[in-house]
Every structure is written in C-alpha cells, then in structure tokens.
C-alpha cells in the first residue's frame, strides 16, 4: 500500500504541475461570458444533428429488446461497437444502476462517448463540439424518443479534472466487490502519460500484457492492502469473469487497446476546448498573444500532447481482445502509402506514428487561427519523424501553413 500511495501522490502532483501551466478558471461562469454562452449557443455536435435529423423526420431510431435503442444510436453516430469498454463502478449519474455485474459499456469514436447500462432509464451521450465543448445528453430507453440534456452532468464534468471546461473524465479508481469508490485510497486521472500501474482501477480490463501491472479488474476487499487485490486473477485476462452478464451487451470484451485509446482521447478533447475557450475570451477582451505567456504556453501544451509527449513506454507487447485495433486503424485517413496515424503500435508505445489522430478533429480545425497557427508552429519543430511528416503531408497538408 505504501509503494501505491506514494505513487498515486507522485501523478497527483504531476498533474497538478501540467494544470498549473494552464490559465486560471475562467472570469464569471460559462453562461456569462459573452464569447462562450455554452448553454446559449447554437452546437453541431453528431448527437444534436441527430436530434435534429429525428425532429425533422430525417432520420428515425430503433428500439430493441433489451439494448433498447443502443445499436441503432451507434449506427447512426458512426460509433463501432468494437470499441466497448466497460466500467464497473459506482460512477456517473447512473451509478445506482452499475455494478460489478452491470458495468456500464462505453462506446466511443473521435466525437462522440456513448454510455449504456443494461436496464437502466437512459443511455447517455457526450458529444464533441467543435466550438463549445463536450455537450452532455440523454435519451430514454423506452420506445418513444425523448433526448436531454441534463445540468447534472456538469457537477464532475467541469472541474480542474476536465482543465476547467465541459469534458471528458478518464479516471482509475480503487474500487469494493460491490462497486463502490474507496476515495480514500486515492485516484488518478488517466491519459498516456500515466503507467499502466496506475490505469484502468474500477474498470473491466480484457487482453494481454505481458508482466505490466495494471488495476483493472481488481476489486479491493482489504484497505490496508489493495495492492492484494492484483494479481493472476486480474491481470492478462482473455475474458470477462463470469459474474457479468455478457449477453446483455453487444460484446464480451473490455479491449484494452480501446482503453489505451481512449485514455490519451480524453485529454486530447479537453486540451482542444480549453485552448479554443481562452483565445475566444482573450480576443474578446483584446488580450490576445501567442509570443508569450499562458497562451502560448497552452498552445505548447496541446502540441507537446499531440506528439505523445511523456508517454508511458510499454515494456511487454499489449494485445487487445476484440477487432478494435483493426476497426479503429481503418477509420483513419491514409497516405499514398497506406499508411495512417490511426495505426496502433502496441509493442512499446500506443500510436505507431509520432502524432495523434485527433488533428483531424473538427475541433482542431475549429480552434480559432491564432490558436491553431501556433500549435501547427509548435508541431512543426517537434516532428521529426519522416514518415509522420509524409503521412501529414498527404493527409493534412495545410499543417504546414
């Protein structure tokens, strides 16, 4: 316990230096802040076109058996199902709906998180605008279509975790056999910087991974000695244990390479929203500066994050349980060579090129042009590798401008 204690205060503080490299929590609230009016603006997020596209009688959803309208919602959003991963604790403004054996099943692409847990009242949607954030909705699981989009969201939401911005939170979490968080014991938020150690705690973890240690699967029945709960039983797992009712979901598989994925996805989104906010707020105010200062710090930061800066190194071969390594590379836009950033490595990084998939992101392309001018200037000196440079040539080449 000790050693995972020490650990746990040694990323806290990590973390707390890469947030202190970031402006300060915004002037007022995000309703007040004329250049923001996050609940006021109009949003083109995949989830709220869709609901336009239903209200308009364009589009239509399917309610079936008892996945209700889960399938026909990851269809239309382009989401594959590949990608479940499954989350076992007591997390979310379902938890009283989640346990050890109902985990929640996240699906997700580069847009969109979509969050189903067997016979609860809603699957629950997080959406990426390009502009304004991640916006949170809901919609029932009865076969009347009804989406919301609740406030509550928001309470863990948007907090220091999510860099001060409406966004995602990717969290490892010491969890009991019965679901519940043992907060006491620590936490930590997770992106590619953090070893695998230190990953995946409250979450269902399928695949191989040689002898790395991770805290998926583990369910801590002593509080003295948590680091007990990790062990044969949790690690290198081909399948989930059989107290899950498999059947309920799409899959059977909580992909660990879908998790590493969706690690580094996380704070990709909250890094873009957050540099996007504060040049808005910085030209409205006629403060605006790239040369220097937290501005250009942060548009340093997103770029250093975009190359997989501080990545954690894999020392053992990770393998993943379902097609998703498949499914998620050929998504991806290639190069007269074939060649991709989507393209996992896994042998001793997650990503095979040297820059993330997400500049491809409608909210990459939505920063504002002194924000983006900047993190295109930062990328160029920090990218080196010819064969990223040819793949972003080919497929992206106003990078270069």
Same mark, same amino acid.
């Given at each position: 316990?000790?050693?995972?204690?020490? $650990? $746990?205060? &040694?990323?806290?503080?990590?973390?707390?230096?890469?947030?202190?490299?970031?402006?300060?929590? %915004?002037?007022? !609230?995000?309703?007040? =802040?004329?250049?923001? /009016?996050?609940?006021?603006?109009?949003?083109?997020?995949?989830?709220?076109?869709?609901?336009?596209?239903?209200?308009?009688?364009?589009?239509?959803?399917?309610?079936?058996?008892?996945?209700?309208?889960?399938?026909?919602?990851?269809?239309?959003? /382009?989401?594959?199902?590949?990608?479940?991963?499954?989350?076992?604790?007591?997390?979310?403004?379902?938890?009283?709906?989640?346990?050890?054996?109902?985990?929640?099943?996240?699906?997700?692409?580069?847009?969109?998180?979509?969050?189903?847990?067997?016979?609860?009242?809603?699957?629950?949607? $997080?959406?990426? @605008?390009?502009?304004?954030?991640?916006?949170?909705?809901?919609?029932?699981?009865?076969?009347?279509?009804?989406?919301?989009?609740?406030?509550?969201?928001?309470?863990?939401?948007?907090?220091?975790?999510? *860099?001060?911005?409406?966004?995602?939170?990717?969290?490892?979490?010491?969890?009991?056999?019965?679901?519940?968080?043992?907060?006491?014991?620590?936490? %930590?938020?997770? +992106? =590619?910087?953090?070893?695998?150690?230190?990953?995946?705690?409250?979450?269902?973890?399928?695949?191989? #991974?040689?002898?790395?240690? #991770? *805290?998926? /699967?583990?369910?801590?029945?002593?509080?003295?000695?948590?680091?007990?709960?990790?062990?044969?039983?949790?690690?290198?797992?081909?399948?989930?244990?059989?107290?899950? @009712?498999?059947?309920?979901?799409?899959? @059977?598989?909580? +992909?660990? &390479?879908?998790? *590493?994925?969706? +690690? =580094?996805?996380? =704070?990709?989104? /909250?890094?873009?929203?957050?540099?996007?906010?504060?040049?808005?707020?910085?030209?409205?105010?006629?403060?605006?500066? %790239?040369?220097?200062?937290?501005? #250009?710090?942060?548009?340093?930061?997103?770029?250093?994050?975009?190359?997989?800066?501080?990545?954690?190194?894999? #020392? @053992?071969?990770?393998?993943?349980?379902?097609?998703? $390594?498949?499914?998620?590379?050929?998504?991806?836009?290639?190069?007269?060579?074939?060649?991709?950033?989507?393209?996992?490595?896994?042998?001793?990084?997650?990503?095979?090129?040297?820059?993330?998939?997400?500049?491809?992101?409608?909210?990459?392309?939505?920063?504002?042009?002194?924000?983006?001018?900047?993190?295109?200037?930062?990328?160029?000196?920090?990218?080196?590798?010819?064969? !990223?440079?040819?793949?972003? +040539?080919?497929?992206?080449?106003?990078?270069?401008?």
């Amino acid at each position: 316990m000790k050693a995972v204690s020490a $650990a $746990a205060v &040694a990323w806290l503080l990590l973390l707390g230096i890469a947030m202190a490299q970031s402006p300060s929590r %915004f002037p007022g !609230t995000i309703d007040q =802040h004329p250049s923001i /009016n996050y609940d006021g603006t109009a949003l083109t997020d995949e989830v709220t076109l869709l609901k336009r596209d239903i209200d308009a009688g364009a589009a239509t959803l399917s309610f079936e058996g008892r996945q209700g309208f889960l399938r026909s919602v990851l269809e239309k959003l /382009n989401v594959p199902v590949e990608s479940q991963v499954l989350l076992f604790s007591k997390t979310g403004i379902q938890r009283d709906h989640t346990s050890p054996e109902r985990p929640r099943a996240l699906y997700f692409n580069d847009r969109v998180i979509v969050g189903y847990i067997p016979g609860a009242p809603l699957l629950e949607m $997080a959406s990426h @605008d390009a502009r304004q954030g991640v916006i949170f909705q809901t919609l029932e699981q009865s076969p009347i279509v009804r989406f919301a989009r609740p406030e509550r969201c928001l309470s863990c939401h948007l907090s220091a975790n999510s *860099m001060e911005v409406p966004g995602i939170l990717v969290r490892s979490m010491f969890t009991a056999p019965d679901g519940r968080t043992l907060p006491s014991l620590g936490s %930590f938020i997770t +992106d =590619h910087r953090a070893p695998l150690d230190q990953r995946w705690g409250g979450w269902y973890v399928t695949g191989t #991974h040689g002898g790395a240690r #991770h *805290m998926g /699967n583990a369910m801590i029945t002593d509080v003295a000695r948590p680091d007990a709960a990790i062990g044969e039983g949790t690690l290198n797992r081909a399948q989930l244990p059989g107290r899950v @009712d498999a059947a309920a979901y799409p899959r @059977d598989t909580s +992909d660990i &390479a879908a998790l *590493m994925v969706f +690690d =580094h996805q996380g =704070h990709a989104i /909250n890094l873009l929203t957050r540099l996007g906010w504060e040049t808005r707020i910085a030209a409205a105010e006629g403060r605006l500066d %790239f040369s220097t200062g937290p501005l #250009h710090d942060l548009a340093q930061e997103v770029a250093d994050y975009f190359v997989l800066a501080g990545e954690a190194k894999l #020392h @053992d071969a990770v393998k993943g349980s379902s097609e998703f $390594a498949t499914v998620f590379a050929a998504a991806g836009a290639r190069d007269r060579k074939g060649r991709s950033l989507r393209e996992l490595d896994l042998q001793t990084r997650l990503f095979k090129h040297g820059c993330s998939y997400m500049i491809y992101s409608p909210a990459f392309d939505a920063l504002p042009r002194e924000a983006r001018t900047a993190v295109l200037a930062r990328l160029r000196e920090q990218i080196t590798d010819r064969d !990223t440079i040819d793949i972003l +040539d080919d497929t992206k080449p106003d990078w270069r401008q």
